[in-house]
């Protein structure tokens, strides 16, 4: 059983995309995702020829989509040399199944697709374990699928199992990895475990937030160190922690993998050691696109993450980030610079009012406020110094008093 098989592992695959829009959603919101899926397929590799929507009430619970749009995508497929059919949405093993039987090539839906950039991405033994975990996890229930084509294995004497089916072998084989992967996730997480005991009595602040809102740029800023940051889903899969030190007071800073919707609950389960860092901790600082269309979407999605893996109750700021490209979507070169300074105003007040004051607005490539967004982060570091390691102010109140008379 080869569980790569069934992910995107050829380069430049020709692909379609199809989604239901139900009447809860909107054909903007449809488009939306749409694009998300398109640029997912490209950092996957896979380049995107058309798009087929259909409105259903709900998706088919046989083929996702109805007979009349299976015909028309099947049509194309054959038509434009297509190899490979992209769903929006989770799809079921026997769905998966029937839309492969009927359009005649291979389909995957956006939780492998996710899945498959995670295992590209991969790159510490704890990314990969909790990769191989989570597609072993998702590729299970779909194992039939992989073997419908094999006869049983013929029984005889000195054969274990005789008569079993090669899909039951497989299944067990793959339980028993899931098993052990699972150990060795909870190896790793004692290990990690012992190293954040060795910070003990450091702040932590995490950035979290979509993906590809340039929280790894950031990072770079406020660290002052290379960390890797690129133009495309995912960049940054390991947790990324650093010690930063603002004026003589010094914290942990860390950058976690960046969420998005739907995203697949098996990643969730398997990557919860890597999000530790978010859960532990004292402070994030919640990074967002303001330039994305759908940013306050992208912002609920984030908030339900964090929900869920309880981490949504903590001293957060906001940052939003790409107000260079905000400003240049959203203001004509010819708009009066007084209108422009309003509408600006407008938009920090109502946000402002909404998050209780706890957001500045920035642009990490331009270095816009960061310096403003690094006092902030101090003083909120200094607070929860003095609230829970008051023996620790002296000490740093003398070294600020040292640094100011050397300068």
Request: charged fraction near 30%; include cysteine.
């Amino acid at each position: 059983m080869n569980i790569g098989d069934r992910a995107l592992t050829n380069p430049n695959e020709r692909a379609v995309l199809v989604a239901v829009s139900t009447k809860n959603q909107s054909e903007e919101q449809t488009k939306e995702f749409l694009d998300e899926l398109e640029f997912l397929a490209l950092t996957s590799g896979a380049n995107t020829i058309k798009r087929f929507v259909q409105n259903l009430p709900h998706p088919d619970h046989r083929t996702y989509l109805g007979k009349g749009k299976i015909e028309e995508i099947a049509s194309y497929v054959k038509a434009a040399g297509i190899n490979l059919v992209i769903v929006d949405d989770e799809i079921s093993p026997s769905q998966q199944r029937n839309m492969e039987k009927e359009i005649g090539c291979r389909v995957v839906d956006r939780s492998i697709l996710i899945l498959d950039i995670f295992a590209q991405r991969a790159r510490t033994v704890q990314a990969k374990t909790q990769v191989d975990l989570a597609q072993l996890q998702y590729m299970l229930p779909r194992l039939k699928g992989l073997w419908s084509h094999h006869d049983r294995i013929k029984g005889g004497i000195g054969m274990k199992g005789a008569g079993e089916k090669e899909i039951e072998t497989d299944r067990r084989i793959a339980e028993k990895k899931i098993s052990q992967l699972k150990l060795k996730l909870k190896d790793i997480d004692k290990q990690n475990e012992v190293r954040r005991k060795n910070r003990a009595e450091m702040i932590r602040v995490a950035l979290v937030g979509y993906t590809n809102v340039g929280k790894s740029t950031l990072m770079n800023l406020l660290a002052k160190e290379s960390v890797f940051a690129e133009n495309k889903l995912f960049a940054t899969l390991d947790t990324t922690v650093r010690k930063v030190v603002f004026n003589a007071i010094p914290f942990l800073l860390s950058d976690t993998v960046g969420f998005i919707r739907k995203l697949p609950h098996h990643l969730i389960e398997s990557f919860k050691s890597t999000l530790d860092e978010a859960i532990e901790a004292d402070i994030l600082l919640h990074v967002v696109d303001i330039s994305h269309q759908a940013f306050e979407d992208q912002m609920n999605v984030v908030a339900d993450i964090l929900e869920e893996i309880g981490a949504r109750d903590k001293p957060t700021i906001v940052v939003f980030n790409k107000m260079d490209l905000y400003e240049a979507k959203n203001f004509d070169e010819f708009l009066p610079k007084e209108i422009k300074r309003n509408m600006l105003e407008e938009l920090e007040t109502f946000w402002r009012q909404k998050t209780n004051d706890n957001v500045i607005f920035v642009s990490a490539t331009e270095n816009r406020n960061t310096a403003d967004l690094r006092q902030i982060i101090f003083n909120l570091v200094k607070k929860l110094y003095l609230e829970r390691y008051p023996y620790k102010a002296g000490y740093w109140h003398d070294l600020m008093d040292y640094e100011k008379d050397v300068e």
